[in-house]
């Protein structure tokens, strides 16, 4: 798929000015090509036959790529649409690298070294556990909030990729949600540490299973918080790659962080969290009293 892709997107360059303006800017798209055809489309293809080196050849390529063309669009402010495209085929041959390699998807090695699954040190009091809960939300939010959405929008702006948005509200819409979800953040960060004797963080992970709070409606409020303080925040700058950073962590998360944890917790609370996931939803809230549907 990736060297069909790959085939297709350079006889669109050849064929169509105005995408060979946004995804090339003003490089020469043959001597790109001579090098991108054989290292990165015909590569692709070697791998899918089963040349395991190809796949090295590709990964790497595209890595470099993808680094060049954006600090070129920076300078430029041209190619913009082009660092998007080479950022999603990155993605793919990393995968691709991973399945011809591996067999599969190593998304246990997100959860390695610092943000292991470790249990807390039990404390006979709560305080050590929300100092370290707050120390948490101040360095996530603010790196996650404070400091990647704001690249990403000048980012946006200077690659030419900004869109307006359809509705003047907006900004107040977003304001809203962010107070919203930060609020229910910290609710749920604070009913983690002082109940579950341990905090929200993968290293010092809660003694006791918490089925308080917002916990009692959502398995996860945390991460909901999360997941819509970052839409809400691009809401507020206007940008919609702040909108789909949100959404693509939304989707790592579910797909490769969330089965891990749980997994954790099944091993450690054993029949309580395997009743708890089944009366309690991930995303959707489930309130007493409703009929619950998968």
């Known amino acids: 798929m990736q060297a069909v892709a790959g085939g297709l997107w350079w006889a669109a360059v050849f064929l169509s000015p105005g995408i060979r303006r946004a995804t090339l800017g003003g490089l020469d798209p043959v001597l790109t090509a001579t090098l991108d055809v054989p290292l990165f489309v015909v590569a692709s293809a070697a791998a899918a036959a089963g040349v395991r080196t190809a796949a090295g050849v590709s990964t790497s390529w595209t890595v470099l790529v993808t680094a060049a063309l954006a600090v070129y669009a920076t300078a430029t402010a041209q190619a913009g649409l082009g660092v998007l495209v080479m950022g999603a085929a990155t993605s793919g041959s990393a995968a691709a690298l991973c399945l011809v390699l591996l067999g599969r998807i190593p998304t246990e090695w997100i959860v390695r070294g610092p943000f292991a699954f470790r249990q807390a040190r039990s404390r006979p009091r709560p305080g050590l556990h929300m100092a370290g809960t707050l120390a948490q939300i101040v360095v996530f939010w603010g790196f996650f909030l404070g400091l990647v959405p704001p690249i990403l929008g000048f980012l946006e702006q200077r690659w030419g990729l900004s869109l307006p948005f359809p509705w003047l509200a907006v900004p107040a819409a977003g304001a809203a949600f962010l107070v919203l979800a930060s609020a229910l953040g910290i609710w749920s960060a604070v009913v983690m540490s002082t109940l579950g004797d341990g905090t929200p963080l993968p290293s010092a992970m809660p003694n006791r299973l918490v089925i308080a709070g917002p916990y009692r409606w959502i398995r996860n409020p945390m991460a909901v918080a999360g997941i819509v303080q970052g839409a809400a925040v691009g ?60």
């Open 235 to 294: 809401l507020l700058l206007q940008s919609w790659l702040v909108v789909a950073y949100a959404v693509l962590g939304s989707l790592v998360w579910n797909y490769a962080v969330r089965p891990l944890e749980e997994a954790d917790l099944a091993e450690r609370f054993g029949a309580g969290f395997q009743h708890y996931r089944e009366a309690v939803r991930c995303w959707v809230p489930t309130f007493p009293g409703a009929p619950r549907t998968p």
